[in-house]
């Protein structure tokens, strides 16, 4: 008995709930032979619904550079490639991805496709990408197929990921599907509708406000963090790695928010009631002022704090970006010293 189930553009032809697929006797997987563990062991029953995965996170993993890597364990004496072999004869889905690509902790080495010079418009993308990667531990191989069409090299508009491990007897099971595609509208002229949550940090998780269904509804960060000040600046302070407490408080408008930073060493922040507007979990404000010296001062402060996006400063565990910019209002004798900082914000847990 079969039926058929539908995902994304691509239709599956399924066995019936509680059989397996088995390749035909005279039609063994390439790279499987009949004594292999993986002959005796098709893709598990469960081609309608993914089961949850053993493996949580992508911690665990590690990445073969070949599909010739054998495994330990459960696995032990089955390579990689007659596990992909598997998946592509019980999963019609990716039976055509072949194209294998060593991983890493930061993914695959992605192409942008062919240079277009900054004067000229990048042609509309009309590639195709597929390909998989390989995962494994002492006593598992993971996988993922990843299928990518309108694309421009590997970058693609439409990404589909289908998510697979194997299981004690190795035996792989579909454990998870994910899909972005990009479409006109959102805040920033462009979106994502998404499909069912990525695995194994593959892809990078997706900043919440890139999705065409996000709320950008204020929410609750008032709290008081602990974080580390990176860098310091002339005349500002600190330029070393200091200890700053962030104490944000909001009243019943969760739109409003004022921020208290201690530590950082410059006198007219430390201290400093500083109210700004939050959307969704991101604070920004701004101190434009000029100061009552006797040679005064143009000062403008920025806070930038993202508490749910990917990190603001492109540092692990970084939130927030203050940057304190000073200049003279007119010539001076003496010219005082001039702050211009960028306090790079970290958590320090």
């Known amino acids: 008995m079969t039926n058929l189930f539908r ?66 364990g459960a696995c032990a004496g089955v390579s990689l490639g007659e596990v992909l072999d598997r998946i592509r004869a ?6 055509d991805i072949e194209s294998f690509r060593p991983g890493g902790p930061r993914g695959v080495v992605m192409s942008a496709g062919p240079g277009v010079p900054a004067s000229e418009t990048p042609p509309p993308p009309t590639e195709t990408s597929s ?37 004690e007897r190795c035996s792989p099971a579909w454990v998870g599907h994910h899909r972005r595609t990009e479409r ?25 406000r890139r999705r065409c269904d996000a709320d950008w509804s204020p929410q609750d960060i008032s709290g008081t963090r602990q974080a580390l000040s990176l860098t310091g600046g002339p005349a500002c302070g600190n330029a070393a790695v200091v200890p700053v407490t962030v104490a944000i408080t909001q009243s019943g408008d969760l739109a409003q928010a004022t ?26 404000a701004e101190i434009q002022e000029v100061s009552a010296d006797s040679c005064p001062l143009r000062r403008t402060v920025t806070f930038n704090f993202d508490f749910e996006g990917p990190s603001i400063n492109a540092i692990p565990g970084g939130f927030g970006l203050v940057d304190v910019q000073e200049q003279t209002v007119a010539p001076c004798d003496p010219m005082p010293a001039l702050c211009s900082a960028s306090l790079h914000l970290v958590r320090a847990d």
């Open 131 to 167: 390909y998989v990667v390989g995962l494994m531990d002492e006593n598992a191989f993971g996988a993922i197929f990843v299928r990518g069409e309108r694309c421009r090299g590997d970058i693609c508009e439409d990404h589909e990921y289908w998510y697979f491990e194997t299981d």
């Open 259 to 284: 921020v208290v930073l201690q530590g950082t060493g410059i006198p007219f922040l430390d201290g400093r009631a500083v109210t700004g507007k939050v959307e969704r979990r991101r604070f920004f």
């Open 184 to 208: 006109s509208g959102g805040r920033y002229g462009s979106c994502l509708d998404v499909i069912g949550e990525a695995l194994w940090r593959f892809p990078s998780p997706l900043d919440p």
């Open 90 to 95: 019980g999963f019609e889905p990716v039976g």
């Open 7 to 72: 995902m994304g553009f691509v239709t599956v032809l399924l066995a019936a709930p509680g059989c397996l697929l088995e390749p035909s006797a005279d039609a063994p997987a390439s790279g499987t032979s009949a004594s292999s563990p993986t002959a005796q062991a098709a893709i598990g029953p469960n081609l309608d619904q993914p089961v949850p995965p053993v493996h949580a996170g992508a911690e665990a993993w590690r990445f073969p550079e070949a599909v010739s890597t054998t495994g330990s």
